[in-house]
């Protein structure tokens, strides 16, 4: 491929971010360099993150130097940031790729960037692929890179490593060294430098086919989650936030909130990158932002009145039986046994600012609300909690946890079953 068409097949991918204030992520290496002269070459607007692990020595101190020296050249911000030595002690690549995206993350919102690019190529992606082989080979563990993941681009992904070598050979562009790529401690590097060229060797095609199966995982991935987007629970339509970061997949969620009665998609899109705890609300349905999916309500008038209950069979808010027996057992989500000395009317309600209670299972006592977020229960969820008390006391969180304080596992008890 000439350096003409790959230049032109990135840019197809990044035409529209001319505007956009976009973070590199550059380690001086060959593939970071190439991604900031092309994006610099055509005028886009970057600045540069660069992370020393100081895991090399002086070596990092030379990969530092040039991106410093890079970017002072081209008039370029730098966000620096040093590790100090000794302070990763885990498994090196795991926990330096952890501080590296988490950090970038923090700068890219600090300094109000719109997205992160990375120089991920074709080549990682297929390194990935038979890391995943050796690792898991019971399972079908081909864990791809993909090329866009909420705010973080790589649009080198569908690119050959050779293909890039060859834009800078074209270009003249310096970079620095890495002597840690061409040492085989690590399984990417035994599988980059020993396996693959051995591979190449039978069929020097390999790569290209490997990237046609890559492909092909991944339309398959994209039919999968557009078929399975909206999934419908009982009362509500849940969407996981993982699943819009496709192109495909997010314009097939925008067209189908029409049938709940969304139509401005300004709106939608604002949305999308809002907090946990918001929403928008259409004439007929609520969608709610939660922590790892987007809800989707009909709009109800919430019932707030409180309902005592006596012995028997009680209608409201919904069936609840309440009747003496001889033999308790241990509470589940359909049943509690209480002692049989509580008083009644018992009252059924929603709950209240500053509910406590002492979860059956566990020692001492909890907020309602810590018992909630534990959970990791909806807002939606939480509205429709029902809790069962004796007017002073929460005697059951109905359906989820029962008070350790009311609780009869054996014996005689009052006994309520929803």
């Known amino acids: 491929m000439s350096q003409c068409v790959f230049e032109n097949n990135v840019l197809k991918k990044i035409k529209a971010l001319k505007e956009k204030k976009i973070l590199v ?17 055509n005028n886009f607007k970057i600045s540069v993150a660069h992370v020393n692990y100081s895991l090399r020595g002086n070596e990092s101190l030379k990969n530092e130097k040039f991106v410093r020296d890079f970017c002072k050249s081209n008039k370029l911000k730098l966000h620096l940031k040093k590790i100090r030595k000794g302070e990763i002690n885990k498994s090196i690549q795991i926990e330096a790729r952890k501080i590296r ?14 997205l992160i690019t990375t120089a991920h190529h074709l080549d990682d992606n297929v390194e990935n692929i038979l890391i995943g082989m050796f690792r898991n080979p019971s399972r079908n563990n081909l864990t791809l890179i993909p090329e866009q993941n909420k705010n973080i ?11 890039i070598i060859s834009y800078a050979i074209v270009n003249e562009i310096e970079f620095s060294v890495d002597s ?4 085989d401690y690590y399984l990417r590097n035994r599988i980059r430098n020993i396996l693959i060229p051995e591979i190449e060797k039978i069929d020097k095609n390999f790569t290209e086919k490997v990237s046609e199966i890559i492909e092909s995982i991944s339309s ?13 629970e009982l009362d509500y339509t849940k969407i996981k936030k993982q699943d819009l970061e496709n ?6 969620f925008i067209e189908n909130l029409k049938n709940f009665n969304f139509y401005n998609k300004k709106e939608i899109l604002n949305f999308l990158i809002s907090k946990t705890g918001k929403k928008i609300v259409s004439n007929t349905h609520t969608i709610l932002s939660d922590r790892e999916f987007f809800l989707i309500k009909r709009n109800e008038i919430l019932d707030s009145n ?12 919904f069936k609840i039986k309440l009747e003496m027996s001889d033999e308790a057992k241990k509470p589940n989500s359909r049943e509690v046994y209480l002692y049989c000395d509580i008083k009644l009317p018992l009252i059924v309600r929603r709950p209240k600012i500053g509910d406590t209670f002492y979860p059956y299972g566990m020692k001492g006592k909890k907020k309602l609300s810590k018992f909630f977020k534990d959970k990791k229960m909806s807002i939606f969820a939480k509205q429709n909690q029902w809790v069962l008390s004796n007017r002073d006391d929460i005697l059951w969180i109905i ?20």
């Not at 681009?153 to 293909?163: M, N, Q």
């Not at 398959?220 to 419908?232: A, M, Q, R």
């Not at 359906?399 to 929803?418: H, M, P, Q, V």
């Open 25 to 41: 992520c550059m380690s001086g290496g060959l593939d970071s360099t190439v991604l900031a002269h092309l994006l610099l070459k």
């Open 247 to 252: 192109e495909n997949s997010l314009k097939y």
């Open 180 to 183: 840690s790529n061409s040492q």
């Open 220 to 232: 398959t991935k994209i039919d999968f989650v557009i078929d399975n987007l909206f999934i419908h």
């Open 153 to 163: 681009l790589r649009p080198f992904l569908s690119e050959k490593k050779g293909d």
């Open 399 to 418: 359906g989820e946890r029962a008070d350790n304080r009311f609780i009869k596992t054996k014996g005689k008890c009052l006994k309520i079953s929803i």
């Open 101 to 114: 995206y988490d950090w970038f993350k923090k700068v890219l919102i600090q300094f109000n960037y719109d």
């Open 306 to 317: 409180e309902y005592e209950l006596e012995m028997g069979i009680n209608q409201k808010p």
